[in-house]
Antibody, heavy 128, light 106 residues
């Protein structure tokens, strides 16, 4: 059974830093592409970024609002995904979910990218 | 940047068919996924690649994508289907979510 356990959330002041973790089990983590998706209180879903598996190049991509402030990394020996957040803003307040990702490219090179499993989420509150 | 537009709310009577739309420019040229989120819970993927349904998801959920609109259809809607629903696609190396639709079963 796939399990993703998100942790590390809390209250932090604007300009501060925080590191989130996602402990994974029930699948071959080192082959998995993983993402962070966030949801501000009462709002919709927003993709934060993803990290490909090392066999697929380990590339990391970020959404524009977090680029340069957030860093995604992985430790395949610990089956753990991380999100290092710095220069935090009040608008970063959200529940952060880690996900397992599926990337599929069809014969005409159209990509499907979707999230098949989600963690339980961890709340990050940025406030003075 | 690419945008996906959903109606904020849809209402349906128990046992009837609910349709939730997701609109975007030439959306039929992209693959759409759908997620269900109940209050206080994490999202769950219910449709991927426009119309494919994971085995754990009931058959009453189906999806289609044509022209500029993708549609999530729930046949024989049950009270337990009351939730927020989000569409999602991939565009220009980034993930795009729709704003979400609250489905009320009354």
């Amino acid at each position: 059974e796939v399990q993703l356990v998100d942790s590390g959330g809390g209250l932090v002041k604007p300009g501060g830093s925080l590191r989130l973790s996602c402990a994974a089990s029930g699948f071959t983590f080192n082959n998995a592409w993983m993402s962070w998706v966030r949801q501000a209180p009462g709002k919709g879903l927003e993709w934060v970024g993803h990290i490909k598996s090392k066999p697929d190049g380990g590339t990391i991509d970020y959404a524009a609002p977090v680029k340069g402030r957030f860093t995604i990394s992985r430790d395949d020996s610990k089956n753990t995904l991380y999100l290092q957040m710095s220069s935090l803003k009040t608008e970063d307040t959200a529940v952060y979910y880690c996900t397992t990702d599926v990337s599929y490219v069809d014969i005409v090179a159209t990509r499907a990218y979707y999230f098949d499993y989600w963690g339980q989420g961890t709340l990050v509150t940025v406030s003075s | 940047s690419y945008e996906l537009t959903q109606p904020p709310s849809v209402s349906v009577s128990p046992g009837q068919t609910a349709s939730i739309t997701c609109s975007g420019d030439k959306l039929e040229n992209k693959y759409v996924s759908w997620y269900q989120q109940k209050p206080g819970q994490s999202p769950v993927m219910i449709i991927y690649r426009d119309s494919k349904r994971p085995s754990r998801i009931p058959e009453r959920f189906s999806g289609s994508n044509s022209g500029n609109t993708a549609t999530l259809t729930i046949s024989g809607t049950q009270a337990m289907d009351e939730a927020d629903y989000y569409c999602q696609a991939w565009d220009s190396s980034t993930v795009v979510f729709g704003g979400g639709t609250k489905l009320t079963v009354l």
